[in-house]
């Protein structure tokens, strides 16, 4: 499913190149006037002179030019950005709208079967419990139909694809079919699931297609993949923007949960397109009648004289830390549920045939517990998401009735009450339940995301220590005269941002309550126990989105923790891979079929030579595949049995190798089956095979399989023409002394997947993500990575020049000022780095060439 | 002033090497359980058997070596990262407090002394006049003679610095006490100034000095540069997060502000330390009973329940676009003041001695127009600039008196109300003053921001918006029966946000009005306004810190303007400068010399030789000189002298040179001045002049004057020895290709100052900061830069491989095959890019060791 091809954002110059020309191609075939406004338009800064030239020569050209300058001035001006954003913007808008009002329509359905069936309470639990099961399952059924990468949160699938990393399927039409819909019923079930993960996902979908659909409608800017790059980091913005109508806050959670590093050019592009997509949603429900005005989602109604007491704040920072602390939990049982689920072989094995039992079985189970005759009467199960939020974030106090009530609404919090069991009571299985029920919702194979019932988590034990202080203080905790009772909803609030922050990893959920709750007036609570929340958190467990991605296996790279001050020390000598892959540019395609079979590196170096090493490039895999088989190509092989039949006289002495369609005899078959054959790999070994196979068969069909095997040897010893291959030309190099921290920074600025260690142009190492991850987490002993020696850091001491660096140097300059350095002897150091190049000696003898390579200068 | 050094991300990499083997070295040398502790602390990660074998040995290493385990565990499990957030945010805060504190005594001291003279006008006046006279010329002076640095913002220098450039004593004591004392001087003084610019420079000298003490005392990782540049990122934030007691505003602020790119990882350090900060600095206003508990500094009370109705939206896009014209207006205005200053020659000779006089004639121009019973009485003038804010965020309505007066606060808007004139008048009479009477005053050598001044600004000017908008619409727009008047304090908020973000270019001045007033509910208004000003004036202007930068011509990098899809399209090759200069393995002391003459890159790249041209590394200029120097020292001069008596037979023919004291003969003179001299790149010169000299003087000094100048030849035709010369072996490299795009990306991201452009290994040019900003500002065909040639762009199409790349590699190959490839005709494009090579035929002719490289392999 999740078929990764990584392409790192180094890797890709040569690619871009192919796809550029191609373009290009592509136009100067069409023509026309838009082709020709494109392709002028390409070259515009350039050939403003050939512009002119050609007006002069050739009067036809007037009129072209000057509706092609006239289309290159409005679409600068107006800024295909700005138009794209504001498109982007408007459809998501309407489609958080459509999916909110289709969910409370369905939430709407449910309620009214359920209250229509209050005369009979079995049939009132078949209605209660029939509807999300069927919802779910055909939200499931769905999914796993379409598109199955419509699964799940999509926040880790876009960190990874922001990355640099190609994920196949995940930005189709298909998907964003699947994902609105399954979205909407699973919602719609009034399961504890939520809609933020999943909407960054779908405004993702809808930028890549609307960038597709504005490629092919205008082409030239659209088709650049960097530009749609900083599209896709605006989406996800838009996403998190349109689902709360929190623009600042959506922008900020969206850059904490998908990037690294942030452009702060691309910032405000995201402000704009979450503004206007936030804007567009509000005023949608203004003219539904639904609002008087445009407001918070969630408005409160705290008193802004004196929103909380300084004394409070010890409780604000323990309900910040226990916030952490349950952040963590969640994040560990959501992934000891999934794991549990791969591990037991016998619940995998039934669940992979029955795909749809597992939704309906969860759904099932969450239902009958929140059923409101049953259990549910404890835990205000008729509630939805919605409804609960805003009976939690009430400024009055439940254990005490009648205090502040000012302001005038409907309010729910009725349900939390129970004639007989005491709020706290309540409170605490609302919690405890809606924990293990979100943490087992959230794993169930439909779109949703984890957001919002973790968010309501937090805010009902915020409110149950806002109850506790409110009980324990009834008359507030000011000394000074006047009285300011606890406003249990503050806390409410700030247990809201301190959990969903805690799970999620990012500061920024505090701003989202501000837009959520249009109140600003807790922000220093809100902030303290969001950090404090963070630190604890951070300090346990990944993020929930960082354990989706560890889950699913998707390439990633760790954060640097903090205060871990060891990854200063640490250096790439320590952890490279010295013995790297590389071809020269006197290897034989007998080097190059070595070389595929023993290394995995999906790119492989290209040095000068083996005696120099001094890195040239480096080439793909796939094309070093397509290079040896090019070499072994079926035609050849024809041509070289016809000029065999031509040579010996006989006319065509085997006429069924040389014809297309029948295969006869065995030699031919293997050759023919290896030739066409579109894997390289499996090439190289029917090759290996062939060999064999025509010594045991030789009796039979010598000498002519005989010749065919010679001239294959003959074939593989040639030299590899790297003409028609595509060679990445600077591919990123770092140096042995490089940090651990500078190369943790470079890699994630750049999204790379590899990078050589080279030393004087000499390539001495590879580092790669899987490297650095077992750096960073501490394992810096695995096999394959070697560690540093044990008191390595003093060889750096004394002499403020590297050593090995100078000899290298030295011998570079032996090689060429013909090894006579006038009065300066060989330094003791150079056997140290020796051992480098004494490998060379030890190679297998298949290499009558390379000693051959010496005389010829550079 | 502005002695800047520019040492790029890259170029640091030996530098940084030198630093840690001294660090080392110094440690090692030290001794004792301290230092033994910081040593093992560095090698822990590599270390653990060594500890463990040294056990073993030596149980005296037992409790030393678990004083060091316990200390790493208390370093390693409270962070330095922690402790050092948080004493920075106590210092900044309480820096904060006091400075606020010292300010309103000031002001307080001013108005005592004005009420106190209320018989006598006149005397009045002199009070009045003469208070911030003395203060801004104090504090003019002040700052002059302890540290110049201090004048101005500091935001445009933390920029650059945060970029990697280095700027000298920017970041001392004495800036911090020059600019505190100067700071509270200039602002108690009454004039339009602000407090954030300055206070960010303020919190980065704290971080910078709290760094070093840091170190001195527990050494290691407070010594590693990558890291202070993080925290100097996060005291960024702090600066700006104490000063309004907003730490979320003040994060996004100093991001926007000072970064182009931003680690995520980073983010939250900020985060915690602004709130830290915000904190402890609201705390001390409750400690100190000035407030009764933590609320906002500017706290409004808008109602909550319709906080606009949706059809003023208009008016509140309208205010936004007016604030971008004013904001790119005031940018423009604060320059041409600059300018025309400098350029009047006049003005500026006469500034240049009377240093303190301008900033005193200002001052006596601002305050005599605010005297309260002169001109004042139209303005406010008696107000400062926390009691205007105050009265412009007021949620009453000015022009029609009695409306929604619930709350019961001191107000001063009765300031605003003159008997005689409108207060629409009045507010316009104050826009207008403080608009350019705010673009004079931030042009004084004092320390002073622009940010608050701006923000009362466009605070007015969204109140004379309001109030218009309330006289027009005295009820309200709203239809729907209820009455909800219009809130002209709602404009005021918007209005601030929308000027100061049109100034800055920063979309988080919305987030800093929410919590300077408290209140988000006008959340929708403030966004659409500020999004709306920075297009307007990120349109016609560079922002106010931008702008400083080019002033003070600090190295900068514009940013890519959106919608400019041309530098999609531009590619390095077409900017690039490929006249590079270089020296190669065989370059001789000559070559060098010639090349430190004619080239003034900072540094030279290092080739393999003239032929291959494959690029081994880059070495800084002043190695290269400082190698020049040591190879025609003084030292050898002796030694050659002291040789040649020898030979020669007479006993020391020369006392005069070997002694080193009295330097008797004019030939020995000038060769100990150019030898003793520190600059090498004189020295060159004095070469010159020197054997100018000598053919000059040769009648009165020969022979022997003539056969050190025979020497001195002799010496400078030696090949150049690099082993005592730093070479940074791996320096950044492009391919032809890169797009501007791309290129300005990795060189924001990576903070680089020159890359240079590689195919295949092999050097073809460079691209620094310079070409990048010409391309960026459009002037791709200035001198220097070879623009691409028209019609470019069909070069690359029809094939995907590219031909050039080929045919390099081609060369190559048959460089190594001994020109023997196998049946393949030389491709008809090898001529096309021979052009590159065939320079190497017209070359001066000094170079006879090349031709004979040729034959010593690879």
Not at 104 to 115: D, L, N, P, V
Not at 443 to 465: D, H, N, Y
Not at 712 to 731: G, H, R, Y
Request: glycine fraction near 6%; proline fraction near 4%; charge should be neutral.
């Amino acid at each position: 499913m999740m078929a990764s091809q990584c392409s790192a954002m180094y890797g890709r110059y040569t690619q871009e190149l192919g796809v550029y020309a191609k373009e290009e191609a592509a136009r100067l075939r069409d023509g026309g006037l838009r082709d020709g406004a494109g392709l002028r338009r390409n070259t515009s800064v350039r050939s403003r002179a050939a512009d002119l030239l050609e007006y002069e020569k050739d009067p036809c050209a007037k009129c072209q030019m000057c509706a092609s300058r006239c289309q290159k001035f409005l679409i600068s001006r107006v800024g295909e950005d700005w138009i794209f954003l504001i498109l982007l913007g408007l459809l998501m808008a309407l489609v958080s709208w459509v999916m909110d009002y289709a969910i409370a329509f369905c939430q709407e359905a449910q309620k009214w079967m359920y209250g229509g069936l209050d005369s009979n309470m079995l049939l009132q639990y078949i209605a209660w419990v029939t509807y999300p099961v069927v919802l779910i399952s055909f939200s499931a059924g769905f999914t796993q139909i379409l598109a199955p990468q419509a699964v799940g949160s999509g926040i880790p699938e876009m960190k990874t694809i922001l990355r640099g990393v190609v994920l196949k399927e995940y930005l189709t039409f298909k998907t964003f079919v699947a994902k609105v819909i399954g979205l909407t019923c699973a919602l719609g079930s009034g399961m504890p699931l939520g809609k933020e993960g999943p909407f960054v996902h779908v405004a993702s979908l809808c930028a890549a297609l609307l960038s597709k659909f504005m490629a092919a409608l205008f082409g030239g800017i659209y088709m650049n993949e960097l530009r749609n790059t900083e599209m896709l980091s605006a989406a996800c913005a838009v996403g998190v923007g349109c689902c709360f109508a929190a623009p600042i806050g959506g922008v900020l959670f969206s850059i904490e949960v998908t990037s690294t590093f942030f452009a702060v050019r691309n910032y405000w592009r995201g402000f704009f397109a979450a503004t206007f997509s936030a804007f567009i949603f509000r005023v949608l429900a203004v003219w539904n009648q639904e609002e008087e005005t445009i407001t918070a989602l969630f408005k409160t109604r705290f008193r802004l004289d004196f929103p909380f007491d300084l004394q409070e704040l010890p409780a604000f920072a323990i309900l910040g830390i226990a916030c952490g602390f349950g952040g963590a939990l969640f994040v560990y049982l959501n992934r000891l549920i999934v794991e549990c689920m791969r591990k037991q072989k016998t619940i995998n094995k039934f669940l992979l045939r029955k795909r749809l039992l597992y939704p309906a079985l969860v759904t099932l189970l969450v239902s009958t517990l929140t059923f409101p005759p049953g259990f549910g009467q404890f835990m205000a199960g008729q509630l939805t998401q919605h409804e609960s939020l805003v009976a939690l974030f009430d400024n009055r106090t439940w254990c005490r009735q009648g205090v502040a009530e000012e302001f005038d609404y409907i309010s729910h919090h009725h349900a939390w009450k129970h004639p007989q069991v005491n709020v706290f009571i309540t409170l605490i299985l609302f919690i405890i339940m809606k924990f293990w029920m979100s943490a087992v919702a959230t794993t169930m194979p439909v779109p949703c995301g984890a957001f919002m019932p973790v968010f309501l988590i937090g805010a009902a034990f915020g409110r149950l220590v806002g109850e506790i202080m409110a009980a324990m203080f009834p008359d507030g905790i000011h000394v000074d005269g006047s009285v300011y009772p606890i406003v249990p909803g503050g806390y409410a609030v700030v247990g809201a941002a301190a959990l969903s922050g805690a799970v999620t990893h990012t500061v920024s959920t505090a701003v989202i309550v501000f837009e959520l709750t249009g109140q600003i007036s807790h922000i220093l609570p809100v902030m303290i126990a969001v950090i404090l929340a963070n630190a604890v958190a951070q300090a346990l467990q990944p993020s929930l989105y960082d354990s989706i991605i560890r889950i699913k296996k998707l390439p990633y790279l760790p954060e640097l923790g903090m205060g871990h001050h060891e990854k200063y020390n640490i250096r790439v000598e320590d952890i490279m891979v010295r013995d790297v892959r590389y071809i020269t540019l006197n290897s034989s395609y007998r080097d190059l079929q070595e070389m595929l079979l023993t290394g995995h590196l999906k790119t492989l170096a290209l040095v000068e030579c083996r005696d120099s090493m001094i890195l040239l490039g480096s080439i793909e895999r796939l094309q070093l595949q397509s290079l040896l088989s090019l070499q072994l190509s079926r035609q050849r092989r024809l041509e070289y049995l016809h000029q065999l039949a031509q040579e010996t006289g006989t006319h065509d002495p085997l006429p069924s190798l040389t014809s297309d369609s029948s295969p006869s005899s065995p030699c031919t078959h293997i050759h023919l089956n290896a030739s066409t054959n579109t894997s390289a790999r499996q090439e190289v070994h029917s090759n290996h095979i062939s060999k064999a196979f025509f010594f045991h068969i030789s009796n039979f069909l010598s000498p002519i399989c005989l010749q065919v095997a010679e001239w294959e040897d003959q074939k593989l010893d040639e030299l590899v023409d790297f003409k028609n291959c595509k060679i990445d030309p600077a591919p990123f190099q770092l140096v042995e002394q490089t940090s651990l921290h500078k190369t943790h920074t470079i890699f994630s600025l750049l999204g790379l997947d590899h990078a050589y260690v080279t030393s004087m142009g000499r390539l001495v190492g590879v580092v790669s993500l899987k490297e650095l991850r077992k750096a960073i987490e501490g394992s810096v002993t695995v096999t394959g990575v070697k560690v540093r020696p044990p008191l390595a850091s003093f060889r750096d001491s004394g002499n403020s020049t590297n050593v090995s660096e100078v000899t290298e140097l030295h011998k570079l300059c032996m090689r060429h000022k013909g090894l006579s350095l006038p009065r300066e002897p060989n330094p003791p150091d150079v056997e140290k780095n020796c051992e480098f190049f004494s490998f060379q000696n030890g190679q297998r003898g298949t290499r009558s060439l390379i000693t051959t390579c010496e005389p010829s200068g550079c």
